[in-house]
């Protein structure tokens, strides 16, 4: 029976108005995000292609590795260049339709469920058969999830045939990571359809559950993401950069004014000692004094540099405290689940920023040991550019023959593997599977004990 | 004719959580080929008696019974043998007639019904032909209560209970209707219907019962009602003028 029942609801769906237009507009958004992406990723891959080139035509002038200052042109991610159609669209990805607009249509599809039926009188109709409260719930939601799956499908379908025909290769990790994306989408859209479902069969009046649950949108989807990060800001507060530097100023200035004044009282105490010696000894203390000079100031910046990076280590420390608090009360919308996990999914969560950090040290590395290798000297600065730049390099050099490139060790992008960012989505996609299970339930427990009265 | 109670209800008695006695020890019955009316006010008990017998609400005392099943204690089994048409007969309006019926159709167990049949059913009802596949977002309240009544048709149950069918149509439309019920209860069908429309409820009933504040105050057949002014009767009845 609830086939019957899962059928009627999706070609009830399928015939009305509301779900053209919805469906129309959802495909159409969801369609052009896709096409706005690859515009965008081509364009930034193309200029990606030009920086690292223009890096090394600069860097192949030169004759001297020491004087080439190389850019490491990061890979293009999430962000947008400044292309004026771009920046005027920049909101419109996938993840943001599928956070705003299929949330909204799910609820659009559901808000009315069951006390709209009861208010048609449909609902006294079909319990006046064979058909018992479970069998009819269960078809109701089959056949509102199929509908809310089509325009999703659909609209994802027609986003993989744009990558296809507009030539974006994708390895087979990211196809891997689109569909996992997609099944992210469908589980979000699932939570919504469910929620609405479950407040329609708490209510009687359809006018009453669409306003419960447009409140319940604008809590899950605007304010608990943004809530939550204010209030781990208050609960665990973080000093910011300028903070950390004037208080790494004020104790670098304050232990050099202390290690100069020791160092002026030693030289003193030496120069009044020295002034009786003969001058073989006073020229021995002197150099006593200058070992001791340097060892004081190595001692001095040692101090400093300890300091810095306990400083640092706290800030990072705080930070992630911080973030921890404001993610973990976050998670409790599932817009913030689905926007978490879609973000490590993509590689663009908040860990990136430190996986480039990571990648560059380890560059610099790397790049230092081949231009000593090569008798450039060490000390060699890497700036990394996700934008638009020129990449700097000295024209002069000791030597007149210029340097071979070809061999230049290159800044390879951070691994974020397939298994990594699923990995990383899991726990995000457990959580909103689980708050899935809570609005079923709930949909079915309040269905079961709703007066059809 | 088939003299065996179709529909019967046994001192049903309905008393709500709130102490708000609904129906108060309610008998009667309605046989093959019967039309019974529950004439009363709003309030009279007239919906919680079919709510009873559609398994809506359990009865605090009494029994509601379907072709001799118990409603409370099979409410699955009992409605195999009842159609039913509120009041209320927007039914889904992005179907069409025929959309409409078959989804009925299949919910009371007709699972194998061919375009045809449907259309036989619409035709017995008095549709238009041409809104047979028509959506039902255009149609008046007649027609939505003509398919609903081909919706009650189909299903082909012994019993068939009518929530104020005429209310809100037209006096062609209600015409019609009563027209059909009385093809109906020539099938042999037992039909119960709730109404406040006294002209109607003499014109199609074979016994009219009067209720009032939940209580069955009077059952007249058609025989002692047709020198009798109904309306009057119903008055006295609900006034207290006559002792129940």
């Known amino acids: 029976m609830w086939k019957t029942i899962a059928e009627k609801e999706l070609r009830d769906h399928l015939q009305s108005t509301r779900f053209l237009v919805a469906a129309s507009v959802s495909t159409l958004l969801i369609v052009m995000s896709i096409w706005l992406g690859i515009t965008h990723y081509k364009a930034r891959v193309a200029q990606y292609e030009q920086g690292v080139q223009m890096m090394l035509d600069l860097a192949s002038q030169q004759t001297n590795w020491m004087m080439v200052s190389p850019t490491a042109w990061r890979k293009v991610r999430s962000e947008y260049s400044d292309d004026p159609m771009l920046a005027a669209f920049q909101f419109l990805d996938p993840t943001f339709v599928v956070l705003i607009v299929l949330s909204l249509i799910a609820i659009l599809f559901t808000y009315n469920a069951v006390n709209g039926e009861k208010e048609s009188g449909t609902l006294k109709l079909v319990f006046a058969n064979r058909v018992s409260k479970a069998e009819y719930i269960v078809g109701k939601l089959v056949g509102s999830w199929l509908a809310i799956l089509a325009p999703v499908l659909i609209s994802f379908l027609v986003g993989v045939l744009l990558l296809v025909l507009l030539g974006v290769n994708l390895s087979a990790s990211s196809w891997g990571q689109y569909a996992i994306f997609v099944l992210a989408s469908i589980l979000y859209a699932t939570c919504f359809m469910l929620l609405g479902v479950f407040v329609s069969a708490l209510t009687h009046r359809s006018s009453v559950s669409f306003l419960i649950l447009l409140v319940v949108w604008i809590c899950a989807v605007l304010i608990v993401p943004k809530a939550a990060t204010m209030l781990a800001g208050r609960a665990m507060p973080v000093p910011t950069v300028d903070e950390i530097e004037s208080k790494l100023a004020s104790y670098s200035s304050q232990t050099r004014t202390e290690g100069m004044t020791a160092i002026m009282k030693r030289s003193r105490e030496l120069y009044r000692s020295g002034s009786e010696m003969k001058p073989e000894y006073r020229q021995k203390m002197f150099a006593t004094l200058q070992q001791e000079i340097e060892a004081k100031r190595k001692e001095m910046e040692q101090q400093i540099t300890e300091y810095s990076a306990r400083v640092y280590e706290d800030y990072y420390n705080q930070k992630s405290g911080q973030e921890l608090l404001a993610f973990s009360l976050a998670k409790l919308s599932p817009a913030s689940q689905f926007q978490l996990a879609t973000m490590k999914l993509s590689g663009t969560d908040v860990a990136l920023k430190k996986r480039y950090e990571d990648a560059m040290k380890e560059y610099k590395t790397q790049y230092s040991n081949y231009a000593q290798q090569k008798g450039g000297g060490g000390g060699i600065s890497i700036r990394m550019s996700a934008g638009r730049g020129t990449p700097s390099a000295s024209m002069t050099g000791p030597t007149q023959t210029k340097i071979d490139v070809s061999e230049m060790p290159k800044f390879k992008d951070p691994e974020y593997s397939f298994g990594t960012s699923v990995v990383g989505a899991f726990f995000d996609l457990g959580l909103l599977m689980l708050f899935n299970v809570f609005a079923f339930v709930g949909a079915f427990v309040a269905f079961l004990r709703f007066d059809m009265r | ?244």
């Open chain 2, 1 to 244: 004719m088939d003299q065996t109670n179709i529909l019967e209800a046994q001192m049903l008695t309905k008393v709500y959580e709130d102490g708000l006695c609904a129906l108060d020890h309610v008998s009667f019955s309605v046989k093959a080929g019967e039309i019974f009316c529950l004439l009363g006010d709003n309030g009279a008990g007239k919906t919680t008696t079919i709510n009873l017998f559609l398994g809506f609400l359990n009865p605090t005392e009494g029994v509601a019974i379907i072709n001799g099943i118990d409603v409370a204690k099979d409410p699955l089994a009992a409605k195999q043998h009842v159609a039913y048409l509120s009041d209320v007969v927007m039914l889904y309006p992005n179907f069409t007639a025929r959309q409409n019926l078959d989804f009925f159709a299949r919910l009371g167990g007709r699972q194998n019904l061919k375009r045809d049949d449907y259309y036989n059913v619409l035709r017995q009802v008095g549709l238009q032909e041409k809104a047979f596949e028509q959506r039902l977002k255009g149609f008046s309240k007649g027609m939505r209560q003509k398919v609903g009544l081909a919706i009650a048709i189909v299903k082909e149950a012994p019993a068939i209970i009518l929530d104020e069918p005429t209310s809100g149509l037209d006096p062609k439309a209600a015409n019609e209707f009563l027209a059909i019920l009385h093809q109906l209860r020539a099938q042999g069908r037992a039909i119960l219907i709730s109404t406040h429309d006294i002209f109607r409820a003499k014109e199609i009933s074979d016994t009219v019962g009067i209720m009032s504040e939940g209580k069955l105050l009077a059952m007249k057949t058609r025989a002692e009602l047709e020198h009798e002014n109904l309306e009057k009767l119903y008055l006295d009845y609900i006034q207290g003028k006559v002792a129940a």
